[in-house]
């Protein structure tokens, strides 16, 4: 009896732990993200031309699992772990992120910037 009320109680944690991953995507907080992010882009032409044609169209739509543009709280934990080791989850690919973030001719110098713009860690540049 009892085994059978905990096996119940642990699918039922697990399902309200997936509706909250879901809502976390999907649910109104995640529109509101997504909406900040869309209005963000770098003031630098260049940078903004790379970031309109390839980061772009993954860190603005919560659906993919990225760290959305300017979603400080997302990308902190990130960033924690150093610019050295964001680049090379972009250089190599990261989860659901593809080699280089579909920017075939960015420079190292370039994705750092990027990340800088999207973290929001310091003044878009
Ligand atoms: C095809 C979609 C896609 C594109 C394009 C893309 N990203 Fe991502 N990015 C993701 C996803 C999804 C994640 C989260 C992966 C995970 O945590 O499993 C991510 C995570 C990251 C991370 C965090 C990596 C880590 O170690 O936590 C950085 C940095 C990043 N992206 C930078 C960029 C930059 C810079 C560009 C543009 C040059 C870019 N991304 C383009 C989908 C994309």
């Not at 992010?37 to 603005?60: E, F, G, M, W």
């Not at 772990?81 to 990261?94: C, D, Q, R, W, Y």
């Not at 593809?98 to 713009?117: A, K, N, V």
């Amino acid at each position: 009896m009892m085994r059978r009320c905990t096996g119940k109680i642990v699918l039922l944690a697990a399902l309200v732990m997936l509706v909250a991953a879901c809502e976390d995507r999907n649910g109104p907080a995640a529109a509101q993200r997504e909406l900040l992010s869309r209005q963000l882009v770098p003031t630098d032409k260049a940078l903004a031309a790379i970031y309109l044609r390839s980061c772009r169209s993954c860190h603005t739509v919560a659906a993919t699992g990225s760290p959305l543009t300017g979603d400080r709280a997302a990308w902190a934990p990130r960033m924690a772990k150093g610019m050295e080791v964001m680049l090379n989850s972009v250089i190599s690919g990261f989860g659901g992120m593809p080699p280089l973030g579909l920017c075939m001719d960015c420079s190292p110098d370039q994705f750092e910037s990027l990340i800088r713009f999207m973290a929001q860690t310091e003044h878009a540049p």
